[in-house]
């Protein structure tokens, strides 16, 4: 197991996954290797590893490492 810290608490990841795995266990929606939601639908989260915004076209290719630092961040409606 992997242990990160996910917006700031403690989470644990199966060795070997990536953003992509990540946001598909918080948002519950599939996510294709282009970092679109495998239903077409609108995402609306954005990823930060270790304070660096990874793209969304490299979720997939970006592996999460012991005591990384990950901020999921969910766009919301409003001001």
Not at 18 to 38: E, F, K, M, Q, S
Not at 69 to 77: G, K, P, R, S, Y
Request: aromatic share 2%; charged share 15%.
């Amino acid at each position: 197991m992997t242990q990160i810290s996910l917006n700031g608490a403690a989470h644990s990841l199966t060795d070997g996954s990536t953003v992509a795995d990540l946001v598909h266990t918080v948002t519950g929606r599939p996510i294709n290797p282009d970092g679109r939601p495998a239903d077409g639908g609108r995402l609306g989260v954005a990823v930060a590893l270790n304070a660096g915004i990874v793209p969304r076209s490299l979720w997939a290719a970006t592996p999460l490492s012991m005591n990384d630092d990950v901020e999921i961040v969910t766009a919301v409606q409003g001001g």
